[in-house]
């Protein structure tokens, strides 16, 4: 084509934009990105020095943009349309007018809004059944127009949170808005898609709603009499028919939670929609979990997010805080390792958080093009500067490359019109998502009436985007992938052996004679003799674990939890959906209050070590993916080993010196050449801080013995270990271990609701003791076991046993000295002891260790440093 014509072209697109920006808000804005491809593709082809030749005239586009521009029209007509769906006709046109206006007056009545019934009233409401002409149609849908789109979708609204009695009480009838031609393509699709899974599953898992696939809560029902039947229509059977085609990431779901993190589900698994054990290899029913504001620091573990669950790799960018700032803002990316996640980078500035992955999908899918999708998650603060945002874009710019780019995340932009894809004023984000054809896909609100929390791309890749539970002051949102699902995860059974039958097992075992099997064996055939047989009894005796279909969940709880879901999808924002969603998150905690209660009541340690375990210990996922010194992305577990195997063989000092490090650790202590054990005591302060942090952000329970003994358990060990080497003789250090059990009591009287009393008074309530004293009798017991030789060492230079040689009332035979001055090791635990243990009457320290323990548990609380160690 000549550059004259292409340029022609040009300038009637431009137009066309005007044309477009003051037309009414229309539901797609797939028109305006087809003309914005056109125009790119133009200007294009005239910066070409030798243009392809044209697949059609200048005459034939100039045609396609006039119909274009007639085509707005209608879509804006669409915008102020509502459709009823399952609407009887009566035998004449004219009995199904009046049916048809009746019946809409009755909906009308039965909503009750003034603005409606006025509209009614002056025959701003208007119906008529599509098409004209009826043809074999068994019943024609009925369209209703209101005077403007806000009036449609108070309607809507209306009718999804309220379900009305004229529409519900028939069965097959509901009210959507008018699709485009484009979304009655995507519903057709959807439609095909979920007949394909139903006829598959053999009962009713899945439905329609709009043009979106929707998977049905709670237990499916059967399919009714003849629906393999009755294809939807454009159903076309293939004997090599691909599955997924029409929505190849129907089990590839995603959730985005933009949500604080200070809801329950921060802290414990959220509710599946599924069984535990479901096709996607992930408990919580989703292979991605995307997450704002996660509230985190960066020593603190990921167990805040999902406790101990196995099934997600994490990848964060914790916002920094200080004494003068405090938490606040973060990202997180939960991926299932079945993905092959890659960290790319993250990006961290004032007000602004993110972290970008890649996924890599390992499917030879040959309708895929791309073999990986690039997904980045970020916070933006209200408050965050243009400054940060600007340093924000560039950052992330180089980044965007050929494969699809997927942005989620809570950017805080209500003043973008995503419809119109225009804003107040200049926005940067706004510009930057035009530059790289990003599409928006959130079109419902997820905070009060503003579009907060975004979910953008620049390739078609996006599904099924639907309100999840608000378990805060923002609407989740979950959504698929047009990406092939992970593989499968396999389930690997384990024995019962509390169920085994264990009288047919001695009976076997006893009745062979094993003399006779094994006399003409050598050491390995009877070893494979052996290992054969007992295999064949476990296998016959010792029954093995199944995957349960069923929710651990109690059954009101799943009911409550699917009402909820439904209502959120229906109406994300109706008073109807956040009081179920307080509800469910109400009963969830009450459950698992009830879950911990009843562990403590059993006094069951092993029960309750396990549940300890899932709730405070991080998650033993895979590693993510892991790139090889070449450069290439390493995705299976056996490229893993040999790249390792490798790397290893092949490491040398080859002479080159090693650096020199203030410290190292040795038996698990970290020791000093100064042996003051400054960083010692330091790392195990934090370590125990955030366990203490991630045992009252996992338990419910008001009970203070459950957290006194997860004290004692699990944090308190990590203050304590080895402390006979490293035990602080300075009040600085010693006050700074105290303030581990000192916060914690503090904290568990107000979880447990106790009436606040000081430090001494609280452990003393609880049965504890100053851990200074602990470390005392600790260096008590260990000289009493080494004077009696329990430890084989050399202990000359650090005691000596010198009796005295005059007779007093308490002197005994064992006193010991030291054989050195005091300044030149005060930190040794005899220095720390001799004076208590010197003071000792003979029947004590001569008596056993057990004995020797019983008398110093029942001594008073002995603190040598200052009084602050006491103090609230």
């Not at 009414?24 to 056109?38: F, G, H, I, T, Y």
């Not at 054990?277 to 995307?290: E, V």
């Not at 984000?429 to 609100?445: D, G, I």
């Amino acid at each position: 084509k000549s550059e004259d014509a292409a340029n022609k072209v040009i300038s009637l697109l431009e137009s066309l934009h005007v044309k477009l920006d003051g037309m009414p808000k229309c539901e797609c804005n797939a028109l305006r990105q087809e003309v914005s491809d056109l125009k790119g593709m133009l200007a294009k082809a005239l910066n070409q020095q030798a243009p392809p030749p044209p697949s059609s005239s200048p005459s034939s586009t100039y045609t396609a943009v006039k119909q274009a521009l007639n085509d707005a029209a209608t879509y804006a007509d669409k915008a102020s349309r509502a459709v009823w769906v399952g609407r009887k006709e009566g035998a004449s046109p004219t009995e199904t007018a009046e049916a048809d206006q009746k019946a809409v007056e009755e909906l009308v009545s039965e909503l009750n809004i003034p603005e409606l019934t006025q509209a009614l009233a002056s025959g701003d409401i208007k119906h008529h059944r599509h098409p004209q002409v009826k043809g074999d149609r068994k019943n024609r849908i009925m369209k209703i127009s209101m005077p403007s789109q806000k009036v449609r979708d108070t309607f809507l609204s209306a009718v999804r949170s309220a379900r009305p009695n004229a529409v519900t009480k028939i069965s097959g009838n509901y009210i959507r808005r008018d699709l485009c031609p484009y979304e009655l393509e995507l519903e057709k699709k959807a439609r095909i898609e979920a007949y394909k899974l139903n006829c598959e599953k053999d009962g009713l898992y899945y439905g329609v709603r709009d043009e979106k696939l929707y998977k049905f809560g709670g237990n499916p029902r059967p399919l009714p009499d003849g629906y393999k039947n009755r294809p939807p229509r454009g159903y076309v059977p293939s004997q090599n028919e691909k599955t997924n085609e029409a929505n190849p990431a129907i089990n590839f779901k995603t959730n985005e939670d933009t949500s604080a993190n200070k809801s329950i589900l921060s802290g414990i698994p959220p509710m599946p929609s599924t069984g535990i054990a479901n096709a996607n290899g992930t408990s919580l029913g989703y292979n991605l979990i995307l997450l704002s504001e996660t509230w985190l620091r960066e020593d603190e573990s990921d167990a805040y997010l999902l406790c101990s669950n196995d099934d997600y790799v994490v990848f964060r960018k914790d916002r920094p805080s200080t004494a003068e700032k405090s938490r606040g803002g973060g990202v997180a990316i939960l991926s299932s390792p079945l993905l092959n996640p890659f960290l790319v980078n993250t990006f961290s500035c004032e007000g602004i958080e993110s972290v970008i992955i890649d996924i890599h999908h390992t499917s030879n899918c040959i309708n895929t093009p791309f073999k990986s999708v690039r997904i980045c998650m970020v916070y933006r603060s209200p408050s965050c500067a243009s400054t940060s945002l600007e340093s924000f874009l560039s950052f992330i710019t180089p980044f965007i490359i050929d494969t699809p780019f997927l942005m989620c995340g809570d950017l805080n932009l209500p003043t973008i019109d995503w419809v119109n894809f225009s804003a107040p004023s200049q926005n940067d984000f706004l510009s930057f998502a035009s530059n790289f054809r990003m599409t928006q896909f959130v079109n419902f609100k997820t905070r009060g009436k503003n579009i907060l929390d975004l979910v953008l791309c620049n390739h078609n890749i996006v599904f099924n985007v639907n309100p999840a539970l608000p378990f805060a002051d923002h609407t989740s949102i979950a959504f698929s992938l047009g990406v092939p699902p992970p593989p499968t995860r396999e389930f690997t059974p384990s024995r019962k052996y509390h169920l085994a039958d264990r009288d047919s097992i001695n009976h076997l075992i006893s009745s062979h004679d094993w003399t006779i099997a094994l006399s003409a064996l050598d050491a390995d055939q009877a070893y494979t003799y052996f290992s054969d047989f007992m295999n064949y009894t476990l296998d016959n005796f010792v029954p093995k674990s199944s995957p349960s279909p069923i929710s651990a969940y109690p059954p009101y709880l799943r009911n409550l939890h699917f009402k909820s879901d439904r209502a959120t999808s229906l109406a994300p924002n109706s008073v109807l959906a956040k009081k179920l969603a307080t509800r469910f998150e109400k009963a969830l905690r009450a459950h698992y209050v009830r879950v911990e209660s009843r562990v403590i009541e059993s006094k069951n340690p092993k029960a309750y070590y396990s549940l300890c375990k899932t709730r405070l210990k991080s998650s033993n996922s895979a590693p993510p993916g892991i790139i090889d010194v070449d450069g290439t992305k390493l995705l299976t577990n056996l490229d893993k080993a040999q790249a390792f195997s490798k790397y290893f063989a092949s490491y040398f000092i080859n002479g080159i010196p090693l650096s020199v490090s203030p410290s190292m650790k040795d038996f698990g202590i970290l020791m000093q050449p100064s042996l003051k054990f400054n960083d010692h005591v330091t790392k195990i302060i934090s370590k125990a801080r955030a366990q203490v942090n991630i045992m009252f952000k996992c338990f419910y329970s008001t009970d203070h013995c459950l957290y006194n003994r997860a004290f004692v358990t699990f944090v308190r060990p990590l203050l304590e270990y080895c402390s006979v080497v490293w035990s602080p003789t300075t009040v600085t250090l010693a006050n700074s271990i105290e303030s581990v059990q000192r916060n914690f009591t503090r904290r568990l009287f107000a979880r447990c609701n106790i009436p606040y009393t000081c430090y001494p008074q609280r452990i003393s309530l609880l049965s504890l003791q100053t851990l200074e004293h602990r470390r005392f009798l600790s260096d008590l017991l260990f000289l009493h076991k080494s004077i009696h030789g329990f430890y084989s060492y050399d202990h000359s230079s650090l005691y000596i046993i010198s009796p005295l040689t005059r007779n007093l009332r308490r002197a005994h035979s064992l006193r010991v000295s030291l054989p050195f001055a005091s300044p030149k090791s005060h930190s040794s635990f005899v220095t720390r002891t001799i004076d208590r243990w010197n003071v000792f009457s003979n029947q004590i320290v001569t008596s056993s260790p057990k004995h020797f323990r019983s008398h110093l548990l029942s001594l008073p609380s002995i603190s040598f440093t200052s009084d602050s160690l006491l103090r609230v």
